[in-house]
Every structure is written in structure tokens, then in C-alpha cells.
């Protein structure tokens, strides 16, 4: 899953896009270098940041799923937001795609993804005692741990060890590590200079279930799984 996000304040610059040419440029680079899902979002997230309104969300976001759906009709598309309005006007607009909630959702939420029967990722926050937490029936589970939303990096590293008890609810699992403090913080780098460092971690959550590697650097991690898949 490559990462786009036409957001001016995303924590990784490199994916920071702006303008048509740049979305096209980075949507057709990542599909070359092995994508499978493009993820596109357009309000930062990132810890300490303010989010931008609803209606400046749609704003960078219609004209992006516009030239993603016309340019690439057949590619799988991922939308990051936690608001079900955005996700709403979405699927009205331009039809099924995955749904990538990063706060845990909301009634509304899981009603929206239930009733339109698209995936959604459901992230944890480092939860992953699952029974009794699982929103309703009959929606299409993603299972991301929350890695980058713990608290801190300790805490990420102790879920990333206890990531194999997800299995048992034979569900993908997505794991987004790329270029996080949780790599470069321990290490005395910056997102900029992580790249090895986020592939060995990788590395580790495909051995411990990870069947999705949300990442910036597609072509890096294309190859860390082809590897992956050799060993195996």
C-alpha cells in the first residue's frame, strides 16, 4: 500500500503532494514499483499536528480521487480519514474503496462501511484483545495494531511483539511502520535517513503476520517482501 497524501503537513515530506502532475507522477511511480493499493489521504494525522476542517479535507480530496479514478479505474484505492462524512461523500462519489480510519471509528462509521460492504481498517491504538471489541458484524475487517498511535515507542515495540495474536482472527493484518519515530527515534535519525531501518522492521512484522505493508517507499518494500516470500 503506497502512501500519498495531499496534505501541506504530513510528517514525511517525500509524501507530501501537490498538484495534479505530482499525484499522477507518484501514482504511476508506485504502481511500476509494485504497488497494489494507493492510499491517499488529505488530513494529517501526524502526533501534535491540528487537523484540518472538514470541508478543507474534501477540498485536496476531490480533485485527487478525480484523477486517481480516471487515470487508474482499475487500481484499488485506500482513503485515510476518520471522518464518515468524508468517507461518505467518497463512496457516493466514486464508488467502493477501502476506508482507513486511523482513530478506531464511530457508530457512524462502522454503519457507513457495513451498509456500502467496503473494507475498512480498523486501527487498534495497540488494543489487540479483540473479543467484545469487534464494532458489528458483518463488516469487512482490516486490522492494523496502531503502530505510531501507542502512546510511545516502547509501547509500539511491545505490540509489534505481541502482533501474532491477530492471527487467530483470520483477518489481514496491515502494518504501517514506514519512516515512523518508532524506526528513527532509537536510532538518532530522521525520517529522511530510515529507509534500512523501516525494511528491517518490515521484515519482522511480515514474520509475525503482517499480510500489508502500508509504506512511502514502495519499491524498497517491494523488494523486502520478494525476499520474504523466498525464505518462506
Not at 24 to 51: F, V
Not at 76 to 99: N, V, Y
Amino acid at each position: 500500500m503506497a502512501i500519498g497524501n495531499v496534505t501541506p503537513d504530513s510528517f514525511y515530506a517525500a509524501s507530501r503532494l501537490s498538484g495534479s502532475d505530482q499525484l499522477e507522477a507518484w501514482a504511476e511511480q508506485s504502481l511500476a514499483d509494485g504497488a497494489d493499493i494507493l492510499d491517499i489521504g488529505g488530513c494529517s494525522t501526524r502526533p501534535g499536528s491540528t487537523p484540518a476542517d472538514e470541508e478543507e479535507e474534501w477540498r485536496r480530496l476531490e480533485p485527487a480521487l478525480t484523477l486517481l479514478k480516471k487515470k487508474f479505474p482499475e487500481v484499488s484505492l485506500s482513503l485515510d480519514t476518520f471522518r464518515p462524512e468524508i468517507a461518505r461523500r467518497a463512496l457516493d462519489q466514486f464508488g467502493p474503496m477501502i476506508i482507513n480510519d486511523i482513530s478506531g471509528g464511530c457508530d457512524a462509521m462502522y454503519a457507513l462501511v457495513r451498509d456500502r460492504k467496503v473494507p475498512y481498517i480498523w486501527t487498534l491504538c495497540g488494543d489487540l484483545t479483540l473479543p467484545g471489541r469487534i464494532p458489528m458484524e458483518g463488516i469487512d475487517l482490516i486490522l492494523d495494531p496502531g503502530f505510531g498511535f501507542i502512546g510511545s515507542t516502547e509501547a509500539d515495540y511491545a505490540c509489534m511483539r505481541d502482533m501474532d495474536s491477530l492471527r487467530v482472527y483470520n483477518r489481514p493484518i496491515l502494518v504501517g511502520v514506514s519512516r515512523k519515530s518508532m524506526v528513527f527515534k532509537p536510532l538518532g535519525l530522521t525520517p529522511d535517513t530510515c529507509l534500512t531501518a523501516t525494511q528491517a522492521l518490515q521484515m519482522y512484522a511480515l514474520e509475525h503476520g503482517a499480510t500489508i505493508l502500508r509504506t512511502h517507499d514502495v519499491r524498497a518494500t517491494a523488494h523486502t517482501i520478494h525476499i520474504f516470500e523466498m525464505i518462506k
